[in-house]
C-alpha cells in the first residue's frame, strides 16, 4: 500500500474505491520542470479533478458508466519542482507497483515528459509495447536547449525505449525538418473511419499506451494548454479515434499538457475531464 504522505490527496469523480479493490488507478504527476512556452501544467491534474465533479458519471456515447467500475484515485504525487531527472525517478517506482498489483494506470499530467516513466515501466512488462501518441508537436529533438530529458525531446525518449516501428503519432502538425525527417515512427493522418486499418496487424495482440498531450486538439476547442497550435483535432476526432483504439488491448494512458490558467472559463478543464471520463469508459470494461 501507498504512504498516503506521498500524496496531496484529491480525487475524480466515482473514483471512491480504496487502492487495494480497484482495477483502474488514477495517479497525478503535476511536474512542469522543462515547460519552455507557457508553465503551469503542474496545476493540470488537479483542475481535471475539480472540474469532473461538474460531469456526469455517465457516458450518452458510449452507453457506460463510471460507477460500474472500481476506481482508485491516489492523488498527486509530490514531486521536485525543478530538477527533471529526480521527478522522473520518483515517478518510475508508483506506476511500476501499479504495474505489479495488475492494476490498469491512469495519469494525469503535468508536461509530456511525465510519460516516459511511465512508458519504461510498462515497457519492462511489456517487451513488445506499442505506444500511440496525439500531440500537435513531434517532440523529436535529441536535445532542446542542452537538456535529453525535456517536453520537446519526450518523443524521442520513448522511441529509444520501445524502439522503431512501435511508436505512433497522431495529430502532429508543427516539429522541425529534421524531426519530421526521422525514420522509424508511424505517422497517422486525422482520425477517419479507416485510420488504423493499415496498422491491424501490428496493432493486433500487443500491448497499447496511449499519451494524449491536449495540444493534439484545436486551441479554438481547447485553449488551456502549453503550446496551443492551430489546426488541430475536434473533440468528436479525438473520441472516435479512441473508438478505434478500444478493439486493441490498451494497458494505460496519460492525458497532459492542461495549464488551466491560460483558460479562465474551465472549458479546457471540463473538455480535459470528459476526455478522462471517455478513455476510462472507452479501454476500461466493468
Request: hydrophobic residues 40%; proline residues 5%.
Amino acid at each position: 500500500m501507498f504512504e498516503k504522505e506521498e500524496f496531496w490527496q484529491n480525487r475524480f469523480i466515482a473514483a471512491d474505491h480504496d487502492y487495494e479493490e480497484s482495477d483502474i488507478v488514477i495517479v497525478g504527476l503535476p511536474f512542469d520542470g522543462t515547460a519552455s512556452f507557457r508553465p503551469g501544467s503542474r496545476f493540470g491534474p488537479n483542475a481535471i479533478r475539480e472540474a469532473s465533479w461538474g460531469i456526469e458519471t455517465y457516458s450518452a456515447r458510449l452507453k457506460r458508466d463510471l460507477r460500474d467500475l472500481r476506481i482508485a484515485d491516489l492523488g498527486d504525487l509530490e514531486i521536485p519542482f525543478g530538477n527533471a531527472v529526480q521527478a522522473l525517478r520518483k515517478i518510475g517506482p508508483v506506476i511500476r507497483r501499479v504495474i505489479k498489483d495488475r492494476k490498469f494506470p491512469v495519469v494525469l499530467g503535468g508536461e509530456h515528459l511525465v510519460s516516459l516513466p511511465v512508458v519504461e515501466e510498462l515497457h519492462r512488462s511489456f517487451s513488445d509495447l506499442i505506444v500511440i501518441c496525439l500531440d500537435a508537436h513531434t517532440d523529436l529533438r535529441d536535445e532542446y536547449m542542452g537538456e535529453t530529458h525535456s517536453h520537446a525531446t519526450v518523443a524521442r525518449r520513448i522511441l529509444d525505449v520501445v524502439g522503431e516501428g512501435h511508436l505512433f503519432q497522431v495529430g502532429v502538425r508543427s516539429g522541425t525538418r529534421e524531426e519530421f525527417e526521422i525514420q522509424g515512427v508511424e505517422r497517422v493522418s486525422l482520425p477517419g473511419g479507416e485510420t488504423l486499418s493499415q496498422f491491424e496487424g501490428l496493432l493486433s495482440n500487443r500491448p497499447v499506451y496511449v499519451a494524449c498531450d491536449l495540444d493534439v486538439f484545436d486551441p479554438s476547442i481547447l485553449p488551456g494548454t502549453s503550446a496551443p497550435e492551430p489546426g488541430g483535432l475536434t473533440f468528436d476526432q479525438v473520441t472516435s479515434f479512441m473508438t478505434q483504439l478500444s478493439r486493441f488491448q490498451v494497458v494505460g494512458f496519460d492525458v497532459v499538457e492542461l495549464t488551466p490558467h491560460y483558460d479562465q472559463s474551465r472549458v479546457s478543464a471540463i473538455t480535459a475531464s470528459v476526455l478522462v471520463r471517455e478513455m476510462i469508459l472507452q479501454f476500461c470494461q466493468s
